[in-house]
């Protein structure tokens, strides 16, 4: 049973009554806070400012009381709040939230709290955008740790690959990172011509390249194919702002397969690979000797 202020325990019981659903959300990748109701006015409740816009539709999440995980599909509306820039960046994605019940005409009776929990990635559509909503209990239906497996479990430059920043030999994994800017397009959308790129001898084909200027700043994309003789970038499929125009600057990020044998001859960093090349398959696992009948 969930506890409740006698404020607003006592107006539930009355059958009549003028409540309204408050939806705070916090932002992980800035901290910022937010405030979203369904009724029909602005509402300030506890310092936050909830916001009557089209940003959601009209929702109802609560928790379940069978120990199930809540997970709820919400969809939305760009607006001034939250915009299509923002969910392409990514800034909205897992953020905490908190639903709450409120009596819009007495919001000093307190406020019942229906579910916490969090996002899941912010997906954008033609006019809008969908998320997933999931309570406390999401996490519990994860399995822990890490999987053995002959290739490796972690994205390339990151913490365990790149510790301090640092590859086993002492590369610094920024010191990978090219700058440029676009010098032509042919089509704005997955094909352009870099000003200055120029081949390391590392594999490009499969990295990241990041817009740091234009319309599609912060915006990254996976990278196809990169012809260094001709400057030209081939990217794959991407949800852009805008067309890709001559002067956007960019970086260019290389790219590992996440084998053992690319780990430790390309990228000289076996000893932070984080794999088990060498570990028996299931079909060694499950193998036996022949049977041979004893003579005699």
């Not at 972690?154 to 086993?168: E, H, R």
């Amino acid at each position: 049973m969930k506890a409740a202020p006698s404020g607003i325990a006592a107006h539930i019981l009355l059958g009549q009554t003028t409540t309204a659903r408050l939806l705070k959300v916090t932002r992980l990748a800035d901290g910022q806070i937010f405030g979203f109701t369904d009724h029909d006015v602005d509402l300030v409740f506890s310092g936050v400012t909830y916001l009557s816009t089209t940003s959601f539709n009209p929702f109802n999440v609560s928790d379940k009381n069978t120990g199930e995980a809540t997970d709820t599909e919400l969809t939305g509306a760009f607006d001034a709040v939250i915009t299509r820039l923002e969910v392409l960046a990514g800034l909205w994605d897992h953020a905490q939230f908190q639903q709450y019940r409120v009596n819009w005409a007495n919001l000093s009776a307190g406020a019942i709290i229906d579910v916490t929990g969090s996002f899941g990635v912010f997906e954008p559509q033609e006019f809008g955008f969908r998320a997933t909503l999931h309570g406390l209990e999401y996490p519990l239906t994860f399995i822990a740790g890490d999987i053995c497996g002959p290739t490796c479990r972690v994205d390339f430059g990151s913490a365990k690959c790149a510790p301090g920043g640092l590859l086993a030999d002492g590369t610094a994994i920024n010191s990978l990172l090219q700058t440029d800017t676009v010098a032509s397009t042919s089509d704005g959308v997955s094909s352009l011509v870099g000003t200055s790129i120029a081949a390391t001898g590392k594999p490009f084909d499969g990295g990241l390249l990041t817009w740091t200027s234009g319309a599609n700043t912060d915006l990254s994309v996976e990278v196809l194919h990169v012809d260094f003789a001709t400057r030209t970038i081939t990217l794959r499929p991407w949800t852009q702002i805008a067309p890709i125009a001559p002067g956007d600057g960019f970086s260019l990020f290389p790219a590992c397969d996440k084998v053992f044998s690319t780990c430790s001859v390309v990228w000289l960093n076996a000893l932070n690979n984080q794999s088990e090349p060498h570990a028996p398959g299931p079909d060694n696992v499950l193998a036996y000797p022949d049977y041979v009948a004893p003579h005699g």
